[in-house]
């Protein structure tokens, strides 16, 4: 069966802190600073949950929300305009 590619890492971390990632005007993270472990002293590294939540919010408030973008979840662009479904085909 198909496996969506967003879910199949879940323990991944950003690599750098989360302020550096992101879209304009839409601040991934809070801009903490770790105050324990290995990594004490640097700003916060998003989860792959937290990347996907932001990426959530971003997609249904900014983007749906403009009525200028469809978005066709689980489908493959053909081109042209056309998509196919991963789900049904």
């Not at 005007?25 to 590294?45: A, C, F, I, N």
């Amino acid at each position: 069966m198909y496996k969506r590619q967003i879910d199949a890492y879940p323990f991944v971390r950003l690599h750098q802190a989360s302020s550096v990632y992101g879209v304009a005007s839409t601040v991934l993270g809070d801009g903490s600073v770790q105050r324990d472990g290995p990594e004490k002293g640097l700003h916060e590294r998003a989860t792959g949950e937290d990347v996907r939540a932001y990426y959530r919010q971003v997609l249904d408030e900014r983007l749906l929300a403009s009525g200028r973008v469809e978005f066709h979840r689980d489908c493959e662009s053909l081109g042209a305009g056309a998509v196919v479904s991963l789900q049904s085909g």
